[in-house]
């Protein structure tokens, strides 16, 4: 069966880093797009980072110059390296796979990994 298997999370105080880990499998993951979107309490959950099959990135403002989604198709494993953190990051990131962009709510979602940034 298809898993997302997310890692990395933790404490990290403001302007530290972390790199989140997403391990794939159960479906053919370099025809999937992935993608990382985080939900802070009392907030709805939001897009950090797109990549699509072949590559092409996609992130919010919030998010460009700090986050950095890459994936690596032989391992089946997708990664989002955050920088400059911010206490406003805190949220739990989830990792999706989806055939693209248009179709991520309805893809495949793990079940979330939780960062906290203190001040």
């Known amino acids: 069966q298809v898993q997302l298997v997310e890692s990395g999370g933790g404490l990290v105080q403001a302007g530290g880093s972390l790199r989140l880990s997403c391990a794939a499998s159960g479906f053919s993951f370099s025809n999937y797009a992935m993608s990382w979107h985080r939900q802070a309490p009392g907030k709805e959950r939001e897009l950090v980072a797109y990549i699509s099959s072949s590559g092409d990135t996609v992130s919010p403002a919030s998010a460009k110059g700090r986050f950095t989604i890459s994936r690596d198709n032989a391992k089946k494993m997708v990664y989002l390296q955050m920088i400059s953190l911010k206490p406003e990051d805190t949220a739990v990131y989830y990792c999706?796979?989806?055939?693209?962009?248009?179709?991520?709510?309805?893809?495949?979602w793990g079940q979330g990994t939780q960062v906290t940034v203190s001040s």
């Open positions: 999706n796979a989806a055939v693209n962009i248009a179709t991520v709510e309805t893809g495949y």
